[in-house]
């Protein structure tokens, strides 16, 4: 019997006119569209330089800046007017203004004393956009500085060389990164609401009623309609695992058996969420709209796109109840640090706690309305 | 209580404020077709609901086979067939795998059974792979009642089967319900249409809740209390407005082409009721004795 159950799920299942596509596209866009969507690495940064000094050194200090390959350079000597007007229209995003008394700066003998007759102005719109060229600039202005300062300016300031190095993502590569989380947010989406609202609609036909009046226990039908969400997360997982490999040559250096575990867990807290949902919903609209509602919460607040680190403290207090995080946090450190189970067992046990909590609330609630 | 299959006793169910079921009580014997007759509203499907173990009564009991139906509903659930008055089979499952999917949810087999549905099985055999979506209605309502005679229930409870079906497949359906009675199996059918009643061993009528009536077809017929007459003519409206204002009439009502007036023993007769039709300058009408239907009977207890 249970056998069969599990037959007309996946009988289903492969005749809905979008699911067996959608799963087979979901891996695809996951690996070779979206990273490229959601990378945060900032090039082409558009910059207008103004030159007061008209000397050999700012010209040089203007070439250093067109030639480090973050810029695009608009204008090489703008009237100070036309820069700040090209700002406010958008049109750029950074202004380089050198005044004069840039050339006697760096042959001041002295060694630096007052301030740099340097000009950094940096379009904040798109904060992180901003924020970005302007650590741009500054790294170009201070190195050339430094590079052309008359005096040694060694004895006067000692310095410190701090030279960073890249732990488990040497090269900062932002595809790398959002792989995982990427698959995290694809799990929940194709396997965690589905079932749930598979089983509001089987509640809209009215033959949800037809079973009920059978032998067949509701767990037991409800436990068989998870079994082709969990088949199909596992090979959602795995495809992309396997893409990411043959696309980019990244390979998981954590186990598999903690990712296998992981996605199970996170499925079971997901459905029971779902199934939550779904006691309460009289129509599949009405849980749609709901399952959105919390999906755009999870999704936001799950660290996947965003750093948690970098979020208000009340903020970050929410995320604790997000069952995401915990699977995101896990996702990204199997898959970059190559870590395991035992590394990572807060987040499971985070994750099993939600789902236990939510999975009593649903079993209760499911009880009482049939 | 006897042995019934089904016995109701003092059933209520309401939903919030709204009361469903008011004290009903009914005793249904083996191998009869029962029929449930009322309105829309009336609450008949929440007394499908609450036998078929879907719901819980809020007072009372019923039994079903002798089975209680909230201590035994798994054992109840074993030995009915119950077919909904919507159509819930799976749409995109076949006639041939919904048919086999609900054999083996009670654990038997198509072809353990075939006897049982062969009657029915074999006017849809024909398109056994084509989808239940793309069935007629009148096939739809076929493979439904195999559905729930696949596992060779022993109460078989359809809830309004015949609403919005043709008059010729509705026939054909009672007719296949008189063919399954014939092999034990116990029916009760509910339906908002007074002219079925008389195609039931027993009927019951059901009003707001409230059992008004039980007995035969023919017993309810002949206790309408009432002699009944029916008037025709050209304006209806006309001769509905002057037979109620005739002294004596307790009720009038349009029946299709025809008013029905229920008069009390004594009261006024049909030369009566046409001197007043005349009276009123309506010409051209005729009155006549006739024998009260199910629907009269109906509208004199409710």
């Known amino acids: ?370 | 209580m006897g042995n019934g299959a089904i016995e109701i006793l003092g059933v209520s169910k309401s939903y919030g404020k709204t009361l469903a079921l008011d004290n009903v009580s009914l005793e249904i014997s083996k191998g009869e077709i029962f029929g449930l007759i009322g309105p829309d509203g009336a609450g008949k499907t929440s007394l499908f609901r609450i036998l078929t173990t879907l719901t819980l009564p809020d007072a009372g009991t019923a039994t079903v086979g002798g089975r209680d139906v909230v201590r035994d509903y798994s054992a109840i659930r074993c030995s009915i067939g119950y077919m909904p008055g919507h159509f819930a089979l799976y749409q995109d499952l076949s006639v041939e795998e919904n048919l086999k999917f609900y054999a083996t949810v009670f654990g038997t087999t198509i072809e353990e059974n075939y006897d049982t549905i062969r009657d029915i099985y074999s006017q849809i055999e024909m398109f056994r792979d084509r989808r239940a979506r793309d069935l007629s209605g009148g096939m739809k309502q076929k493979l439904a009642l195999c559905c729930a005679l696949v596992h060779k229930p022993s109460v078989l409870f359809l809830d309004e089967p015949t609403t919005g079906v043709d008059a010729v497949s509705r026939r054909e359906f009672w007719a296949m319900l008189g063919r399954i009675r014939e092999s034990g199996v116990t029916i009760m059918v509910s339906t908002p249409y007074m002219d079925e009643a008389g195609l039931c061993d027993r009927i019951a009528l059901i009003l707001g809740g409230r059992i008004i009536g039980t007995g035969t077809p023919e017993e309810i017929v002949s206790g309408y209390p009432e002699r009944l007459y029916a008037a025709r003519g050209g304006n209806m409206f006309g001769i509905l407005k002057v037979l109620r204002g005739v002294e004596g009439v307790t009720r009038c009502s349009s029946f299709g082409c025809e008013c029905h007036v229920s008069v009390p023993e004594g009261g006024p007769d049909e030369k009566v009721l046409l001197r007043a039709l005349a009276e009123a300058g309506m010409t051209g009408c005729s009155v006549e004795p006739i024998k009260a239907g199910i629907e009269d009977c109906f509208m004199s207890l409710s």
């Open chain 1, 1 to 370: 019997m249970w056998k069969y159950l599990v037959k007309k799920e996946f009988k289903q299942f492969l005749r809905d006119p979008g699911m067996p596509g959608m799963v087979l596209m979901f891996p695809f866009l996951i690996i070779l569209v979206f990273p490229f969507a959601t990378n945060m690495e900032i090039r082409n940064v558009r910059l207008v330089m103004v030159d007061n000094d008209h000397s050999d050194r700012s010209h040089l200090l203007m070439e250093k800046c067109a030639s480090s390959g973050w810029f695009e350079v608009l204008d090489v000597n703008a009237a100070p007017e036309s820069a700040q007007a090209l700002m406010d229209r958008g049109r750029t995003d950074a202004i380089l203004t050198i005044d004069n008394g840039f050339s006697q700066y760096l042959e001041d003998t002295r060694g630096g004393g007052g301030s740099v007759p340097v000009g950094i102005k940096v379009n904040t719109v798109n904060g992180t956009r901003g924020s970005i060229a302007g650590q741009y600039l500054n790294t170009c202005v201070t190195g050339f500085i430094s590079d052309n300062m008359v005096s040694s300016s060694a004895a006067a300031m000692p310095g410190f060389d701090v030279s960073g190095s890249y732990r488990f993502n040497p090269y900062l590569d932002y595809k790398l990164y959002m792989i995982p989380g990427l698959i995290v947010i694809a799990i929940t989406m194709m396997c965690g609401f589905l079932p749930a609202l598979n089983i509001v609609s089987e509640k809209e036909k009215g033959t949800i009623e037809q079973i009920n009046v059978t032998p067949v226990k509701k767990t037991a039908f409800i436990a068989c309609k998870m079994v082709p969400y969990v088949a199909v997360a596992y090979f959602m997982v795995f495809t992309c695992l396997l893409l990411a490999y043959l696309v980019f040559g990244y390979s998981c250096r954590g186990s598999y058996f903690a990712i296998i575990v992981y996605t199970l867990a996170h499925i079971l807290v997901m459905a029971s969420f779902g199934l939550l949902v779904s006691n309460f919903s009289e129509n599949t609209q009405q849980a749609m709209f709901v399952i959105w509602f919390f999906s755009m919460i999870f999704m936001l607040m799950s660290g996947v796109f965003t750093p948690i680190e970098s979020m208000p403290q009340w903020a970050k207090t929410i995320t604790y109840a997000n069952p995401l995080r915990y699977f995101a946090d896990a996702m990204r450190a199997i898959f970059l640090k190559g870590c395991g189970i035992r590394e990572t067992w807060p987040d499971l046990a985070c994750l099993l706690g939600i789902g236990s909590l939510t999975m009593t609330w649903a079993v209760l609630s499911y009880k009482k309305t049939a």
